[in-house]
């Protein structure tokens, strides 16, 4: 008998490392090079372990990609929460989670690999879609429209090493767009 038959199962933190492990190495180079095996050697467990967590590669990165729009969504509640006036809140916390993202390269290699599957964009569209409808009025001004598509393309360019030249300013003037109203 071997050691690792004596060694205590552990299934919940088995999944947690190969969600780790994969983020990980998808943050690093991309989700393409994150091969079951690769996954598999840094979590320090076997192919068969991967199998019994996961029915494949593509049913890990699902969870993956569900484990970043909870965190993503987790955060953006918690700044609208915070925000001391409702109507923009979203748009508000939007735009600061994207600047956010754009200065972490580990983010924004997860959400480039994100935007090539339509499973994920498809929930991302639904969490988008919700949030907007739940909140209605307080997010529907054309400027907060603007707001939040120029931070996900603020996003996008970082994906692709494309930044404004002055990468502040335009912060600023996005900033200014979807400030609150001031009350006369």
């Known amino acids: 008998m071997t050691i690792n038959h ?3 199962k552990q299934p919940a933190l088995v ?7 994969t983020r990980a190495l998808a943050a690093r180079n991309g989700l393409s090079t994150a091969s079951v095996q690769a996954i598999c050697d840094m979590a320090g467990v076997t192919k068969g372990a991967f199998f019994h967590h996961f029915p494949g590669k593509d049913a890990l990165l699902n969870c993956v990609f569900e484990q970043m729009v909870n965190e993503f969504s987790a955060e953006i509640t918690r700044r609208i929460d915070m925000d001391p006036c409702d109507i923009g809140a979203f ?6 989670m994207g600047a956010a993202t754009i200065d972490n390269p580990d983010m924004v290699t997860l959400w480039k690999s994100a935007m090539a599957d339509e499973h994920i964009c498809e929930k991302w569209r639904e ?8 909140r209605g009025c307080l997010e529907d001004r054309s400027e ?8 996900d393309g603020l996003c996008l360019g970082a994906s692709m090493q494309i930044y404004p030249g002055d990468l502040n ?16």
Not at 15 to 21: F, P, T, V
Not at 91 to 96: D, F, P, S, V
Not at 127 to 134: A, D, K, P, R
Not at 144 to 151: E, G, I, P
Request: charged share 25%.
């Open 15 to 21: 999944r947690a490392s190969l969600i780790e492990c």
């Open 144 to 151: 907060f429209a603007v707001v939040r598509m120029a931070a």
């Open 91 to 96: 748009t508000r916390a939007y735009l600061e």
């Open 127 to 134: 969490w988008y879609q919700g949030i907007l409808n739940e």
């Open 169 to 184: 300013g335009a912060l600023h003037v996005l900033r200014t767009l979807s400030a609150a109203p001031v009350d006369k």
């Open 6 to 8: 004596l060694r205590k």
